[in-house]
C-alpha cells in the first residue's frame, strides 16, 4: 500500500469514527459478533478491495461498492423504500478468519 493510500485509509477511519456513529457502533458489533476479521474487512474495503466494506451515514460514504452483487441491489431497493439512518454492507471472511461468516449487510 502506498503512503497517499494508507493516509487515505486513516482519513476514511477517522470519519466513521467522529461522523458515523451509527456505521461505528455496527462495526463495534460485527467485530463482537464475527472477531477482528470484521476490522479487516473494513480496512480492505477502504483500501479499494471489491465485495468487503462499504456503508454511508449522514452523507458520508466509505469504502467500496458491492458492484455486480446481488446484496447491492437489494440494499438500494430497501433505502429507496424504507430510508435509513446508516447502511453497512459486509463481505465474507476468508475461510479461517473469524467466529463465524461475514455475509450480508448489517
Known sequence: MTEAQAAA?????QTIKTAMPG????????????GQGAYGLVRRGLRGEPLCFW????????GTPFDGH???AAV???LVQFG???V???????????????????
Open 76 to 78: 438500494a431497493q430497501q
Open 9 to 13: 485509509v486513516q482519513r476514511d477511519l
Open 55 to 62: 456503508a454511508m451515514e449522514r452523507g458520508h460514504v466509505v
Open 88 to 106: 453497512c454492507m459486509w463481505g465474507e471472511l476468508p475461510a479461517g478468519e473469524g467466529k463465524g461468516a461475514g455475509n450480508g449487510a448489517a
Open 23 to 34: 456505521v461505528y457502533a455496527a462495526i463495534q458489533a460485527k467485530a463482537a459478533e464475527i
Open 84 to 86: 435509513c439512518a446508516h
Open 70 to 72: 446481488p446484496v447491492q
